[in-house]
């Protein structure tokens, strides 16, 4: 009952920006933390960035000072902004939610569908 849909991926010129969004819906009673994973072809998954509720942000080291991660807790929203963009940033950017659905007494992890970053000249 619970999904999470990501938009705002396509391609970009290198040095360019692109907005992820992030929205959560369904029969959610918390969430705990939001964040972005990414994931390129013959890769593992990595995480980029995550925001824990009324926290503060966490980010992989390669992408500090140039993504920036942000919340609408009432929207159950996350998004991504991503600037100064690298070829190497290209990816499947999935979103992440730790959650607990209402009437149940468990956190777990729900995820989005993903959205293509191409990042090339």
């Known amino acids: 009952q619970v999904q999470l849909v990501e938009s705002g991926g396509g391609l970009v010129q290198p040095g360019g920006s692109l907005r992820l969004s992030c929205a959560a819906s369904?029969?959610?009673?918390?969430?705990?933390?939001m964040g972005w994973y990414r994931q390129a072809p013959g890769k593992q998954r990595e995480l980029v960035a995550s925001?824990?509720?009324?926290?503060?942000?966490i980010y992989v080291d390669s992408v500090k000072g140039r993504f920036t991660i942000s919340r609408d807790n009432a929207k159950n929203t996350v998004y991504l902004q991503m600037n100064s963009l690298k070829p190497e940033n290209t990816a499947v950017y999935s979103c992440?939610?730790?959650?607990?659905?209402?009437?149940?007494?468990?956190?777990?992890?729900?995820w989005g569908q993903g959205t293509q970053v191409t990042v090339s000249s």
């Open positions: 925001m824990p509720t009324g926290g503060s942000p």
């Open positions: 992440n939610a730790n959650l607990r659905r209402r009437f149940s007494n468990d956190y777990g992890d729900y």
């Open positions: 369904g029969s959610i009673g918390s969430i705990k933390v």
